[in-house]
């Protein structure tokens, strides 16, 4: 495939256009992990959000101001579609997710803005029988952290959802030191590694964190890997 010559030694792309990834969340790491995946050729995404975009998500989120009242998935969807450099499959849910079943997808990403809508889309990744990878993507400020692990690890999930998810509470940060674009756009190419190390049965970290304050970058020793 012409369109992706720069890559082709890089990732399996016949495999990667054929996985089908959900997004829940199409805010700030949510819309431009999703613009990375189109354009790293991704053939089926499924986007999930019911915000709409407001100006002040121009700044640090994958929107213009034309979109300003528009639904961000909406959104979202016309841009992967704009952007994509092959064909693209892309289907949306302008609603709040309260765990609908995700039984139909190799890969979820979690990217809500809340531990409630991460412990609901957990819960219904290990449902599934067909989910092989499971991300949740968290930023701060100038903070991201994220974990990568198959739902059907039963040690990883419960350390996740120990220490990760049950009790923990939202982080409360003012409205004017939330996000920042570098942040998102590093947060977004950390998921979009994943994928890529997914799709070539590569080693992951279980958890990863990453601080622009200090540019320190940690990660557990537990990895995931995918068996051929």
Known sequence: MAEFLRQQSLINQEKLSQLRICIIGT????S????????????????????TVAL???????FTKEAYGEPKVVAVARECQRYAPSGIDV???NEFYE??????????????????????????????????????????AEIFRS???CPSNAEQCKDYYDNYIDGVQNEVLPCTARTIIYNVQLAASMISSFIKKY????????????????????????????NE
């Open 32 to 51: 431009f992990t999703a613009l990375s995946l189109t354009k790293m050729g991704c053939g089926h995404l499924t986007l999930w959000d019911k915000d």
């Open 56 to 62: 002040h998500n121009v700044s640090n989120q994958f």
């Open 147 to 149: 974990f990568a692990f």
């Open 91 to 93: 289907n949306i849910f």
């Open 199 to 226: 799709v070539q049965c590569e080693a992951m970290p279980f958890e990863l964190i990453f601080n622009f304050k200090d540019y320190t970058l940690s990660k557990s020793r537990i990895e995931m890997k995918q």
């Open 27 to 30: 805010g700030a790491i949510g």
């Open 99 to 140: 765990g609908q079943p995700l039984e139909n997808f190799d890969v979820i990403i979690a990217l809500t803005d809340n531990i409630e809508g991460r412990k609901a889309v957990f819960a219904a990744a290990q449902k599934s029988t067909k989910c092989q990878l499971y991300i949740d993507g968290r930023m701060g």
